[in-house]
Nanobody, 126 residues
Framework: QVQLVESGGGLVQAGGSLRLSCAAS????????MGWFRQAPGKEREFVAG????????DYADSVKGRFTVSRDNAKNTVYLQMNSLKLEDTAVYYC???????????????????WGQGTQVTVSS
């Protein structure tokens, strides 16, 4: 079955960096668009970043543009989220998601994704 396993979360001070990874199995990774979402307590799950099948196209939420970078390694079936200049408001559970894609474009809508990981906690402290 399809599995998405996130790792790399943790506690970091404001201004610091973290790199999240999401390892996929049970699917042909290279035909899936991938995304990162996050959910803070009491809030809805929101789009953070998306990347197309070939990594040619990416998109980011306005709140993370210039600070976060999404990338993927199709040979390793893994998608990454490099998070720099972390802020208190970045604290959330971060989820990766996969969507079977028939074009080489990113996906931003939560409900369009087919598979989800279990999430990894990112806590930014002052």
């Amino acid at each position: 079955q399809v599995q998405l396993v996130e790792s790399g979360g943790g506690l970091v001070q404001a201004g610091g960096s973290l790199r999240l990874s999401c390892a996929a199995s049970g699917l042909t990774f290279s035909v899936y668009a991938m995304g990162w979402f996050r959910q803070a307590p009491g809030k809805e799950r929101e789009f953070v970043a998306g990347i197309s099948r070939s990594a040619r196209a990416t998109d980011y939420a306005d709140s993370v543009k210039g600070r976060f970078t999404v990338s993927r390694d199709n040979a390793k079936n893994t998608v990454y989220l490099q998070m720099n200049s972390l802020k208190l408001e970045d604290t959330a559970v971060y989820y990766c998601a996969a969507k079977r894609a028939y074009n080489d474009y990113y996906v931003t809508k939560r409900d369009d994704y087919n598979y989800w990981g279990q999430g990894t906690q990112v806590t930014v402290s002052s």
